[in-house]
């Protein structure tokens, strides 16, 4: 069982606003419903899903202005503990508006605001100075202005100075430079996959081999391949195995990757295999995708889906 804290980083956070209206209509005034907001970001997210289960996360993010405030007081209202890097441009908002008449969601995610040189020191510091030290480090996330593309794999060179496992959740270029520094665990969907094994496209039966490739590399220890509601495929050196996902209405898929972070680091820092990790991933990511907006997962659906997966994964799983 793991000793040492679970550390999220949260380099381009954002205040969520979730709404609904009827009917999305162009140029006329749109009525929308009273807005609830939520801190969002990948390892904030993460954070707060971890505390769910009932771990003890630490997030460390960065906040600026007005926005970057209240972002704050939300990830501390739900009893997150927190690290925060002040920067000197407010931190973005999201939108995300559900159209009831149809249930269709629009997202619309606005831009990183520019980091210093100065600031993105000080997040590599606040990691290289972290007392005691963590036991998984779990960046997610896209970069924003001013950070450099290589800064996750800065981090994971820190972790692997720590000792700690560092999972990486990012895309493009990021994700390349943290799988050049090697990593514990990757989380990527086939396109991510494919991207990062140099194809441009991978059939189902390729994925296993694809994601052995980034092993064999010594790129990853472990690859967690995210296939939406046909759940996921995990690969070891000697293991390979899929994990359906439970049958489930969604209303929304903000949060259901993170949620699924969430739920394998927590089960692993209980001493958990990682088959057992991945289970609970897969339940917590669907059960997140159960809610509208950006609220995560409810620990009921969690249970019950898991309940599903212990009764069933294995016969859905053999039939694919």
Not at 176 to 181: H, I, P, Q
Request: proline share 6%; glycine share 10%.
């Amino acid at each position: 069982m793991a000793t040492g804290p679970i550390v999220t980083l949260t380099i381009n956070p954002a205040l969520d606003e979730s709404s609904s209206v009827n009917r999305i209509v162009p140029d006329n005034k749109l009525r929308c419903d009273t807005p609830t907001y939520e801190a969002g970001g990948g390892g904030i997210n993460v954070a707060k899903a971890i505390h769910r289960l009932g771990g003890n996360p630490v997030a460390v993010f960065t906040i600026g202005g007005p926005t970057g405030q209240r972002l704050h007081k939300l990830v501390k209202s739900e009893g997150v503990e927190t690290i925060v890097i002040e920067t000197k441009q407010w931190t973005r908002e999201n939108f995300h508006i559900l159209e009831t008449s149809t249930g269709f969601q629009y997202r619309f995610g606005m831009p990183g605001t520019e980091m210093m040189p100065t600031e993105v020191r000080s997040v590599l510091e606040t990691l290289e100075e972290f007392d005691p030290k963590p036991s998984y480090i779990i960046a997610s996330g896209s970069l924003p202005p001013g950070v450099p593309e290589d800064f996750y794999g800065q981090i994971a060179a820190i972790a692997q100075k720590q000792g700690a496992r560092f999972i990486a959740d990012t895309s493009g270029d990021a994700l390349k430079y943290a799988t050049e520094k090697g990593v514990f665990m990757l989380k990527p969907n086939i396109l991510e996959l494919s991207q990062l094994v140099g194809v441009d496209k991978l059939e189902l039966d390729e994925v296993d081999d694809a994601a052995r490739a980034l092993i064999i590399r010594g790129q990853c220890e472990v690859v967690v391949v995210s296939m939406g509601a046909m759940g996921a495929v995990l690969v070891t050196e000697d293991q390979v195995e899929h994990i359906p996902a439970p049958p489930v209405q969604p209303k929304s898929t903000v949060g259901a990757g993170d949620s699924m972070v969430a739920g394998i680091v927590w089960t692993l820092s209980q001493g958990k295999s990682l088959r057992e990790a991945v289970r609970m991933g897969v339940a917590c990511g669907s059960a997140a995708t159960m809610n509208a907006g950006s609220e995560l997962f409810k620990m009921q659906d969690v249970n019950r889906l898991m309940d599903w997966l212990n009764r069933y994964g294995k016969r859905y799983s053999a039939t694919l």
